[in-house]
């Protein structure tokens, strides 16, 4: 049996006391038991009063809401197909030369200035003269390693590319095989710390303006565009020992 954290009633009522005024102070240790929470070893003790849900007041009813944005609603980019890469009917995405399906791509919108094929002419003129498979170990292919990941959910790795801009920019894009061609499911553009991929989530990891905060912004695969949303993004407290908020300088492979 556990031993009693409470009171001994015994010990506070004299043996010689009336019935009666034994059972007030029988009484008041119950109630003092009440309030204290006093129970034996290894009860539960209850954590006193909880306060009331309620529901969100609005502040300022009366007040005149900001208008909301008009127009056609904007779903943001959709998969490209790219052009000069030969079909791959096994599925397999390693076998597509990575280095030459952006410089194709590349090539065929060197003249956009926005948008997601949008690179600066330093970085489109580097990809086209320094970036092949036999080239990619040259110091001036901004063309980072690929990576390959599991993206979309079927099963199979997909291709990640970063390609390295002036001032510290990445143009970031993802390929995925449909029906054994090339098509093109993410392009954005960041100046990112870091990026990372979380199961079928690729965050990117940018510094922010104030001092020990990053910016992460997810994107996700989304099964009814068939490309990578933008999912969310949040400002969050840097790890200790994270880079601070001003641009690095990028990295190049030898």
Known sequence: MPRSTCPDAGSAVPRAASRRRALRALGALAVLAAV????SAGEPVGAGRTAPASAPSRLWPQATPAPSPSGPQHDGETATKVPGVAPVPSGDIHKVDAYAAVKAEVTASRNSVTGADALDDATAAKVASSCSSAQRQQRDCPIRRPVYSDLTGDGREDLIVGIEMED??????A???VKGVLTRVLSTVAQPSSVEVAGRDLIVWEPWTT???ALRSVYTWNTQ???MDFRRYEIRRAESGAAPATPRAPERRR
Not at 36 to 39: F, H, N, Q, S, W
Not at 168 to 173: E, M, P, V
């Open 225 to 227: 565009n068939h490309y």
């Open 175 to 177: 390929y995925t095989l």
């Open 211 to 213: 001092p020990h905060y």
């Open 36 to 39: 204290t929470g006093c129970a």
């Open 168 to 173: 510290h920019f990445l143009s970031l894009r």
